[in-house]
């Protein structure tokens, strides 16, 4: 307000210097009547009072309000920028112990897997084993089996033989005929 004042001071003195130093009227622009220039000039400070009132203080605080809604929305965004950031380190530390969990997992899987295909192989050729060694056992009993069952039909026909020898008495060439006669009728199994 003091300001003010100053400045219609100094715009005063240059009206007056402007001013008709004759004594002349003239209506001009410039030309300076003082009742005009004190009522402008008291109307322009109450102007200036009413707007301070009723217009700048409304408008300077709907301006402070608004920058201190911007100063905290700012602020609010930078929070919840850092717990993003925040959340984001959680989150890669998670997804990296859980790649770390599948790792260790699917590790004792692929070892369990390889124990039980050792196991199976060694089952395996366990049974391969016993399976070759019981046929091993029913060869060698069927051999004896065979051995002797030849060994019966041998005999049986060592004494048919004989007995028709015997009962024929054959010249040599006679007797070789019979035997081969004999030997035919066996089974060539």
């Known amino acids: 307000m003091h300001i003010a004042l100053i400045y219609l001071a100094k715009f005063f003195n240059v009206l007056l210097f402007i001013s008709n130093e004759h004594g002349e ?14 009522w402008t000039v008291v109307i322009f400070i109450i102007l200036l009072l009413i707007l301070k ?16 809604g911007i100063k905290d929305s700012v602020e609010k965004a930078e ?8 959340i984001l380190d959680e989150h890669k530390k998670l997804l990296a112990s859980a790649d770390e969990e599948a790792r260790k997992q699917l590790n004792a899987s692929k070892q369990l897997a390889e124990k039980l295909r050792q196991e199976l192989m060694a089952k ?28 019966d039909e041998i005999a049986s026909l060592a004494v048919g033989a004989a007995e028709k ?13 019979i035997i081969d006669a004999f030997i035919n009728q066996i089974p060539k199994n």
């Not at 056992?137 to 060994?151: C, H, P, S, V, W």
């Open 165 to 177: 020898i015997l009962d024929e008495n054959l010249d040599a060439g006679k007797q070789k005929k």
């Open 79 to 86: 929070n919840l920028k850092l717990e993003a950031e925040k």
């Open 124 to 151: 395996a050729n366990e049974d391969a084993n016993k399976v070759i060694t019981r046929a091993k056992a029913e060869i060698e009993r069927e051999k004896i089996a065979a051995l002797n069952e030849l060994k």
């Open 25 to 38: 009227k003239k209506d001009t622009l410039l030309s300076v009547e003082p009742g005009l220039m004190i």
């Open 53 to 68: 009132k009723y217009a700048w203080g409304p408008l300077l605080k709907s301006l402070g309000d608004r920058e201190q």
